[in-house]
């Protein structure tokens, strides 16, 4: 059986190109946790234990498998930089199919009221 340790560094090396070293080590902990059913914690106490994942190359072509334009998202500072935002604070409303709906720039003395009213408008 493969360490867990192992298929870290196999994800992350396959993400590492698409996503940079952080975002890719986030990712290869994600799916580990998912596919084995085990916690963060547990990855970070024990990294060398087992592994129980069966077929790591189908977990990897179908995690890692992405179209071109297509991404996984591990945070709002990606988001935010892929969308050319670059004053903060930026606020991105996305609808639920993961599209833009709408974005505010910079501060206001209304900023949460303006947030609330956003969001009530895309229900």
């Known amino acids: 059986m493969t360490s867990r340790r192992d298929i870290m560094h196999r994800l992350t090396a396959a993400a590492e190109p698409l996503y940079g070293i952080d975002e890719a080590r986030q990712i290869a ?30 977990i990897e072509a179908v995690a890692l498998g992405l ?38 720039i910079g501060r206001n003395n209304q900023l949460c009221s303006s947030v609330i009213q956003k969001i009530a408008i895309l229900k």
């Open 67 to 104: 179209e071109p334009e297509e991404a996984i998202l591990m945070g709002a500072r990606t988001l935010a930089r892929d969308s050319g935002a670059s004053v903060t604070p930026s606020i991105i409303f996305c609808r639920p199919d993961g599209t833009v709906a709408d974005v505010m």
């Open 29 to 58: 902990r994600i799916i580990l946790c998912d596919k084995c059913g085990i916690s963060l914690s547990e990855i970070l106490v024990h990294p060398d234990g087992d592994a129980p994942l069966d077929d790591i190359d189908s």
